[in-house]
């Protein structure tokens, strides 16, 4: 029986993770695992490799903190407990650079020992090393045609056979170009160093499998390779699939684990050779209770719920929407808190927890979030506004169809997660049409909603409820008001100039609202420009050389291609700053149009969204130059010889970048479509399919600039 009530059965001692990182060890993560359906199928292909040693490639997909490094890290140590060998299992976590910088790991956990004993396998027999060297070079070569045709990795591996040419063999293994002992044996330096690496992979990973018939190999965070530099490119693909293809060939097991963005990451040819995708599970109540109970046998030798319940875990587990890494955490805090009250944990602490340690939005910041999007729009909205009698509650916000009783309201809730929350917030739907019939309602959730209680009140509701989601929640409600308001006119037959005139003030209002923001973007990029700025001895030395110069401090040639490439890119996804040049060249003026040169650009201005694009465009433009010019100053102190410190600035730069462009809206630039291509005249022959590939490919160039700036002048 488990004991349901009551505070915890030890004293202050946790049993929880307060981080719920998984740890890698030799023996698994030391947490508790919960058998969930990802990890019975992971298992099962394990199960079967083992069994049949049949090459494969295994990826585990799932978002952050759903447990993807533990489950990788359990079949890690299933696999040891199987065959009986620690070797034959390693883990990697995939670095965030080249696959050269991969093969580098991996030698590090297999040793220069470990491989030299998976060769002597090799010796032909006790008459000694140096008569039989190419018997050995014979064999190896052989054996190794299943991964490679270079006849360098057959030399280089019989040298490190041999103590006097081990050394030399081992730096060409890890990626060095050959010395002297391997050039005079006819090793030349690789042409495509990156693929030499992924093989040199496949061959270790076949003399392992060869020695001891199993070998498996866990690839963690394999997506932090592909996004290095941004979007992989066909090279990159390309090293990838070999390397699936070499493992495979090896007869081993390469399971990769990354982020669900990863699969569209790769091409076709990719995917057709990676095995099954296991997805990662959510933890229902009934899991997050086993985990409990086997952490605390874990930990006090008793498998108690106590200080949970049955509805606080079902509670939880919605909360966390089943992601076990906050199911870990909220449990820590959790516990703490029935433990410090001597209760057992109640749903007002799981709500008070949820919100403080994973710095959710609460009423207050939605509500906040409503104004923004509302006042963005040119909405007129009234603030907790009386809808019928004084009995009733007023409602978040009215947006009234001036002169007209009507509008559209916007209600604010908690976490629905009962059947008689769902019958509350009916029942006042029923109250608010009662009281003006014609009026349309959206329900906003500051929480969590269960699909089966989403749908039942979407039929009542005017709309599906909006489930709050900073990323998508503005363009969410922003639609949904539009789309009701345009009913509500439809409905009550509103006369043609009173919408004309409704709509004239409302794009007033937008308007007004946009320059704000925009002069507001302005000054904030203003004072990031200022902070980008080094202090002291370096301004000072970047200042002397522009003034000797003339020219800011120059950049590595292909870092400033990067940024050249960016603007240029800019400039080509918008016509904004090409038909500004037109409007105010003195020939164009004097020979095209005389004073109605600018009057394609004053046209294309007057519309409000294009208003925004090209507010969304000059504000990125001067992030980009003021993150340039932040890049500048710091290579011009640090060129040489970066230290670890310097390099932490560097990392701040490009992160500070990558942080403000993630929050502009730049899909805002394809309204400028039409600009760029009139500014082309039409004159370049490009259809309408092949523009749009271009403007997706020059939207592109800003996402992830700050990772290949850095990348390119840590790679030098």
């Known amino acids: 029986m488990d004991a349901i009530g009551g505070p915890p059965a030890t004293g202050p001692v946790n049993p929880f993770s307060p981080t719920a990182v998984a740890r890698v060890t030799e023996q698994g993560t030391g947490a508790s695992t919960v058998i969930t359906a990802a990890v019975r199928d992971a298992t099962d292909q394990l199960d079967d490799y083992l069994r049949t040693g049949d090459g494969a490639v295994v990826a585990l997909v799932g978002d952050y903190g759903t447990g993807k490094t533990h489950l990788a890290v359990e079949l890690l140590a299933h696999a040891r407990r199987v065959t009986g060998a620690a070797g034959q299992a390693i883990y990697l976590d995939a670095p965030g650079d080249t696959f050269l910088s991969l093969h580098r790991r991996f030698l590090t956990r297999l040793s220069r020992d470990t491989v030299r004993e998976l060769l002597t396998a090799y010796l032909p027999g006790p008459e000694g090393l140096a008569s039989s060297t190419e018997e050995v070079v014979r064999r190896l070569r052989a054996d190794l045609a299943e991964v490679t045709t270079d006849p360098a990795f057959g030399t280089a591996l019989a040298m490190l056979l041999d103590p006097s040419t081990e050394a030399a063999a081992w730096d060409w293994l890890s990626g060095h170009p050959p010395g002297p002992p391997l050039i005079a044996a006819g090793v030349t330096p690789s042409a495509d160093v990156e693929a030499t690496a992924v093989e040199a992979m496949g061959v270790l990973a076949l003399l392992h499998g060869r020695r001891h018939d199993r070998f498996v190999l866990v690839l963690d965070e394999l997506d932090k390779i592909l996004t290095a530099g941004g979007r992989p490119g066909p090279e990159t693909m390309a090293r990838l699939q070999r390397l699936l293809g070499v493992f495979t060939s090896a007869g081993a097991l390469l399971v990769i684990a990354g982020l669900p963005d990863m699969l569209h990451l790769l091409s076709a040819d990719v995917r057709q050779r990676i095995g099954p995708i296991v997805r990662m599970s959510a933890l229902r109540g009934e899991d997050v209770r086993t985990f409990i109970r086997q952490t605390q046998l874990r930990a006090f030798g008793e498998a108690r719920l106590a200080p949970f319940t049955v509805e606080t875990t079902e509670y939880l587990a919605n909360l966390a929407d089943g992601v076990p890494r906050r199911v870990i955490r909220l449990c820590y805090h959790l516990f703490q808190r029935a433990a410090q009250a001597g209760t057992p944990v109640t749903h007002v602490m799981v709500r008070e927890v949820v919100r403080v340690q994973f710095d959710l939005a609460n009423r207050q910041d939605v509500a906040a979030d409503v104004r923004r999007v509302l006042t963005q729009d040119g909405w007129s909205y009234q603030r907790d506004h009386l809808v019928g009698s004084m009995r ?60 089966e209680f989403a749908a039942e009140l979407a039929g009542m509701f005017s709309v599906e409820p909006i489930v709050h989601d900073p990323q998508s929640f503005a363009e969410d409600l922003s639609g949904s008001v539009k789309a009701l308001m345009r009913r509500l006119e439809q409905a009550i037959g509103a006369d043609a100039m009173t919408s004309v005139r409704q709509r004239v003030e409302r794009i007033h209002r937008q308007q007004s609202n946009t320059q704000r923001s925009i002069e507001h973007l302005s000054y904030q990029l203003d004072e990031i420009r200022g902070e980008l700025r080094p202090a002291g001895r370096l301004g000072v030395v970047a200042e002397r050389h522009e003034t000797a110069t003339g020219a800011p401090p120059p950049l590595p040639g292909r870092v400033a291609r990067v940024f050249v490439e960016a603007i240029a890119a800019l400039d080509q996804l918008t016509g904004f700053e090409r038909r500004l040049r037109d409007a105010f060249d003195p020939h164009r003026v004097a020979t ?125």
């Open 592 to 716: 095209v149009g005389g004073a109605d040169g600018g009057q394609a650009l004053r046209s294309l201005l007057r519309s409000r969204d294009v208003q925004r694009a090209v507010g969304t465009s000059v504000v990125l433009r001067r992030l980009i130059e003021a993150f340039r010019e932040g890049v500048e100053q710091w290579y011009d102190g640090h060129r040489t010889n970066p230290q670890p410190t310097d390099l932490e600035r560097l990392d701040l730069l490009c992160e500070t970048y990558d942080g403000i462009a993630e929050y502009l809206p730049l899909f805002q630039l394809d309204t400028l479509s039409g600009l760029a291509a009139s500014g082309a005249g039409g004159e370049d022959g490009t259809d309408l399919a092949e523009r749009s590939r271009t403007w997706s490919q020059a939207r592109s160039v800003f996402d992830g600039l700050g990772g290949r700036v850095r990348q390119l002048l840590v790679a030098g």
């Open 392 to 451: 009733d509650l007023p409602v978040d916000f009215w947006i009234p169809l001036e002169e007209r009783n009507a509008g559209c309201c916007v209600l604010l809730s908690e976490s629905v997660l009962k059947a008689e929350e769902v019958d509350d917030l009916n029942r006042r739907v029923v109250a608010i049409r009662a009281a003006v019939p014609d009026s349309e309602v959206i329900l906003v959730v500051v929480g969590h909603l269960p699909a």
